[in-house]
């Protein structure tokens, strides 16, 4: 997929820009409305499942040293397998980014653009897709890695800035509504750490593939951390966003930041941030599905198919009826996909593949 070969840094950052557009569509909302009080406590227990989640992926891929799923799908159960692993992944990176797609735009319709349809904006967003993937995929990388710290600061500048308005009784009770609901049925929410999809296909485009397990810990651990941050600014702010959809949620906290008289209404710097980290985040989700197809038929040639790919995305962020429809998808659908086939699938296809390699030598 690219000449050049992606760093540490680079790497880190590619993962953490995925879980942007879910935090500043509904992640936070979605915690709140099902932990209530707990959501916090939700967070960090989830961080810790997932850290040991990677740990494993960790010690699984050591037999199998700078190759991704694709190969180690092939070394399993050949092409067959390595092309239905392949499919799945691509269908999985395709309808995220059409649905973030979706949400996001709409989103945007609601908050700051209500004379606007939806399908201008999503429009202008396939026009900046198209953009970005004829620049190729280190441009893309190269801006992610100087957007995600502004991203970060504008979650800092949330918190603090609205210590203020917080009341931190609502963490109260912090069990929110009971152990069952936070520990058992909160495991849903591992699907928030998407950026783990993106992981196993890494190894062959780092300069330093050694140096994964650390680009895997360090991306789950800022992940949690910016989560917690997100939803500990809601929790703490509205008590009305418990049982409310409101649309980005962030962007309405983000209006009640003022720092003195002459810094007011930092709400439209955020979501001028936001957008380009969302316009990063297609980019690689539509990159990673096109080096994907590429590899399961031995493309040489990617470019149509990055048109191809950008087009599709287009027509299936089109097809939900309307904004509830997609929201409900997101919520009630998407969240088990991302379970399905960014952890059950893929560490399935490493744990087999790590059985297989150990009995094929003790044959030898």
């Known amino acids: 997929m690219v000449k050049q070969k992606i760093s540490t840094i680079s790497a880190i950052m590619l993962t953490l ?3 942007v ?3 500043t569509s509904s992640l936070p909302r979605t915690f709140i409305n099902e932990s209530k009080s707990a959501a916090i406590l939700n967070i960090v227990y989830i961080t810790a499942i997932v850290l040991f989640i990677i740990l494993l992926f960790c010690k699984l891929l050591k ?3 700078g190759l991704d799923l694709l190969d180690i799908s092939n070394f399993l159960g050949g092409n067959i397998l390595k092309n239905i692993v392949g499919g799945f992944f691509i269908f999985y990176f395709i309808l995220s980014s ?6 996001f735009c709409e989103g ?3 908050v700051y653009y209500p004379l606007t349809s939806y399908v201008f904006v999503i429009l202008m967003f396939i026009i900046a ?7 190729g995929f280190i441009s893309t990388l190269n801006t992610a890695s100087i957007i995600f710290p ?3 600061i504008s979650a800092i500048l949330l918190f603090c800035g609205n210590l203020d308005n917080f009341s931190f009784r609502r963490i109260y009770p912090i069990l929110g509504d009971g152990f069952y609901n936070t520990f058992i049925l909160g495991l849903k929410n591992i699907g928030s750490f998407g950026g783990i999809c993106y992981l196993y296909f890494l190894p062959p485009m780092l300069k330093e593939p050694e140096k994964l397990k650390k680009i895997a810990i360090i991306s789950v651990i800022c992940t949690g951390a910016f989560i917690l941050l997100c939803v500990a600014t809601l929790l703490f702010m509205f008590s009305f966003f418990i049982t409310t959809n409101e649309v980005m949620p962030l962007f309405s906290a983000a209006r009640y930041i003022e720092f003195g008289s002459f810094f007011q209404r930092f709400e439209s710097i955020f979501l001028l941030i936001w957008i380009i980290s969302f316009c990063c985040y297609l980019s690689i989700s539509c990159k990673f599905a096109t080096h994907i197809f590429s590899k399961m038929f031995n493309l040489s040639d990617m470019k149509p198919l990055l048109t191809i790919f950008t087009i599709l995305i287009l027509g299936i962020s089109l097809l939900p009826k309307n904004y509830a429809v997609s929201s409900s998808f997101e919520t009630d659908f998407y969240r088990y996909l991302r379970i ?4 059950i699938l893929g560490m399935l296809i490493l744990i087999l593949a790590n059985l297989k390699k150990k009995k094929v030598g003790e044959k030898n």
């Not at 059409?98 to 949400?103: A, Q, V």
């Not at 399905?340 to 952890?343: M, R, W």
């Open 17 to 19: 820009s995925i879980v």
């Open 21 to 23: 557009s879910y935090i």
């Open 63 to 65: 037999k199998f040293p």
């Open 98 to 103: 059409s649905l973030m797609l979706r949400n």
């Open 108 to 110: 945007l319709s609601v």
């Open 129 to 135: 897709l198209a953009i970005s993937n004829r620049l």
């Open 150 to 152: 502004l991203v970060l």
């Open 340 to 343: 399905a086939i960014g952890y």
